[in-house]
C-alpha cells in the first residue's frame, strides 16, 4: 500500500475516534408556561436530572419576569440528556415556593408533560422528558392551589 494511501487511511481513523470522543452538544432548552395568573415577580424554571427532582439543587436553572398569560423561560447551555422540569411562580421574588397549612404551596407551580400533582408532587417518570441536546421547547401549565387559578379573564 502506498505511503499516502496509509497515511490518508491513518488521517480518517484519527477523525473517527476525534468525532467519538467529542464532548455532547448543549443546546437551548425554551419552556413556555401558561396559565400564569399575573405579572408579579418572576417564573421560575429548574430543569433536574433525575437525582435532583424534587429538590433544590437543579444543575440547571433560569428565571423570566412574569408574565400574566404566558411566560417564556429559557435555559441555555442544557447538555442533551433525561431531565424533568420544575417550575414556580415566585410572585414576591424570595426565591422559594411559599407554602400554606399542610404544605400547600401559596404560588403557582407546574411540572413537564403537566405531571398530575395529586395529594403531593408527581413522579419522575411522569415529568421525564428527553432533550436531544440541540434546540427545543416544551411547554406546561402553571397550578393554582389558593387564590386565582390563573389570569382574570377579559369582559
Same mark, same amino acid.
Given at each position: 500500500?502506498?505511503?499516502?494511501?496509509?497515511?490518508?487511511?491513518?488521517?480518517?481513523?484519527?477523525?473517527?475516534? *476525534?468525532?467519538?470522543?467529542?464532548?455532547?452538544?448543549?443546546?437551548?432548552?425554551?419552556?413556555?408556561?401558561?396559565?400564569?395568573?399575573?405579572?408579579?415577580?418572576?417564573?421560575?424554571?429548574?430543569?433536574?436530572?433525575?437525582?435532583?427532582?424534587?429538590?433544590?439543587?437543579?444543575?440547571?436553572?433560569?428565571?423570566?419576569?412574569?408574565?400574566?398569560?404566558?411566560?417564556?423561560?429559557?435555559?441555555?447551555?442544557?447538555?442533551?440528556?433525561?431531565?424533568?422540569?420544575?417550575?414556580?411562580?415566585?410572585?414576591?421574588?424570595?426565591?422559594?415556593?411559599?407554602?400554606?397549612?399542610?404544605?400547600?404551596?401559596?404560588?403557582?407551580?407546574?411540572?413537564?408533560?403537566?405531571?398530575?400533582?395529586?395529594?403531593?408532587?408527581?413522579?419522575?417518570?411522569? *415529568?421525564?422528558?428527553?432533550?436531544?441536546?440541540?434546540?427545543?421547547?416544551?411547554?406546561?401549565?402553571?397550578?393554582?392551589?389558593?387564590?386565582?387559578?390563573?389570569?382574570?379573564?377579559?369582559?
Amino acid at each position: 500500500m502506498p505511503f499516502n494511501r496509509v497515511r490518508a487511511s491513518f488521517a480518517l481513523l484519527i477523525g473517527f475516534g *476525534a468525532a467519538a470522543a467529542a464532548p455532547a452538544p448543549n443546546g437551548t432548552l425554551t419552556i413556555r408556561v401558561d396559565n400564569v395568573r399575573n405579572s408579579a415577580g418572576v417564573v421560575h424554571v429548574d430543569i433536574c436530572p433525575q437525582a435532583q427532582f424534587l429538590k433544590d439543587d437543579c444543575p440547571y436553572a433560569g428565571d423570566a419576569p412574569a408574565r400574566a398569560g404566558v411566560t417564556v423561560v429559557t435555559i441555555h447551555g442544557l447538555p442533551a440528556g433525561r431531565y424533568a422540569a420544575q417550575v414556580f411562580h415566585d410572585e414576591n421574588r424570595n426565591k422559594k415556593v411559599d407554602r400554606a397549612l399542610f404544605g400547600i404551596p401559596k404560588e403557582g407551580v407546574g411540572f413537564s408533560n403537566d405531571a398530575r400533582i395529586s395529594l403531593g408532587p408527581p413522579k419522575w417518570a411522569d *415529568a421525564v422528558f428527553a432533550f436531544d441536546g440541540q434546540e427545543q421547547a416544551i411547554g406546561l401549565k402553571m397550578r393554582y392551589f389558593l387564590g386565582a387559578s390563573g389570569p382574570a379573564k377579559a369582559r
